[in-house]
């Protein structure tokens, strides 16, 4: 059961921006780092934000995150077709004791 | 090259056990967390587990805690998972994950192995 909660899909025109959110709470967004993967079809996840809004080396800067409050999002510009991929948020839950994912949305590239 | 793969996948009776590897190489393992994470057929991930670099902190979800055993050899560079009371629901793809700093930030993953519970 997820408790992070994000779009089912998001689609975009290469060239376009995307923008996903993920809505959690005060236990985990709200008080812990946000993380996004980004999970290519038949491949394990790979992280693509850290900590909020650091994107590891090798990620373009397309790519690009941010936090409000008890929700985040994830920002992809300048949309390409090997975009097409399921994206998932992720925090640390207090009251759980655990991490939690988001529900997870899928790019589409129109 | 850091690297990740699991292995111990495979079909089981429900109610069966199962144990689970994740044979680290490329860089210390005992400096470093390390997860369990899931994902069922055609579903989203799933945590699991996590234990820290010593051992000395350990957490497992709810769906599996009782059932589910994380445990780590940091000399053989190694982490398991022993999986006991095994159900149909636990049936995925379990990917062993590095936890880079903090808890969550899963910076490195190994290519996964499946657990299928059937009779």
């Known amino acids: 059961q997820s408790v992070l909660t994000q779009p089912p899909s998001a689609s975009g025109t290469p060239g376009q921006r995307v923008t996903i959110s993920c809505s959690g709470s005060?236990?985990?967004?709200?008080?812990?780092?946000v993380f996004w993967f980004q999970q290519l079809p038949g491949t394990a996840p790979k992280l693509l934000i850290y900590?909020?809004?650091q994107r590891p080396s090798g990620v373009p800067d397309r790519f690009s995150g941010s936090r409000s409050g008890t929700s985040a999002s994830l920002a992809i510009s300048g949309l390409r077709s090997e975009d097409e991929a399921d994206y998932y948020c992720a925090a640390w839950d207090d009251s759980l004791s655990g991490c939690v994912f988001g529900t997870g949305t899928k790019v589409n590239v129109l | 090259e850091v690297q990740l793969v699991e292995s111990g996948g495979g079909l089981v009776k429900p109610g069966g056990s199962l144990r689970l590897s994740c044979a680290a190489s490329g860089f210390t393992l005992s400096n470093y967390s390390m997860n369990w994470v899931r994902q069922a057929p055609g579903k989203g991930l799933e945590w699991v587990s996590s234990i820290s670099s010593s051992s000395s902190y350990i957490y497992y979800a709810d769906s599996v805690k009782g059932r589910f055993t994380i445990s780590r050899d940091n000399a053989k560079n190694s982490m398991y998972l022993q999986m006991n009371s095994l159900r149909a629901e636990d049936t995925a793809v379990y990917y062993c994950?590095?936890?880079?700093?903090?808890?969550?930030?899963?910076?490195?993953w190994g290519q996964g192995t499946l657990v299928t519970v059937s009779s």
């Open positions: 900590r909020n809004n």
């Open positions: 005060s236990s985990n967004i709200g008080s812990n780092y």
């Open positions: 994950a590095r936890d880079a700093s903090i808890w969550g930030e899963f910076d490195q």
